[in-house]
């Protein structure tokens, strides 16, 4: 089975809470937990990936906390997802054509098909960002 890990689902939840937000306010890490049920060591462990990717931004000390680093509407469910689990890839022959078992990578017609598959997804993660959500 093919799905997105729990820490990416959390990562959404907090870059939409952070999204709702007025441009810029800081919310401390205890109210993004409690606001969106996200265990407090999960929300700790993803902020540094959104960070490191530019999705968002942190303050240290008295008053600090986490902050939306770019408008919801260039920020893409991809950015996300690659932020937390990296390239988006739907087989291991996809990530390195070496690992293919039967060698026939880029010609084999399973690859070329999975590769087509892949690039859908990943372009319907890019088609869609957190200002459509906050729309709704």
Do not use: W
């Not at 920020?75 to 690659?82: K, R």
Request: with cysteine; proline share 4%.
């Amino acid at each position: 089975m093919m799905n997105i890990n729990q820490a990416t689902d959390y990562a959404f939840r907090a870059v939409l809470y952070l999204a709702r937000q007025t441009r810029g306010k800081v919310v401390d890490a205890q109210t993004i937990s409690r606001s969106e049920v996200i265990p407090m060591r999960f929300l700790l462990k993803i902020m540094p990936s959104l960070i490191k990717k530019g999705i968002i931004g942190s303050q240290r000390g008295a008053g600090g906390g986490y902050y939306l680093a770019e408008a919801p509407e260039n920020i893409t469910f991809l950015d996300v997802v690659e932020a937390i689990e990296g390239p988006v890839t739907i087989n291991r022959c996809l990530i390195d054509p070496s690992y293919c078992s039967k060698n026939g990578a880029p010609e084999c017609m399973v690859h070329r098909t999975l590769a087509d598959i892949q690039e859908k997804l990943t372009g319907e993660l890019a088609a869609h960002n957190f200002a459509e959500l906050l729309r709704e």
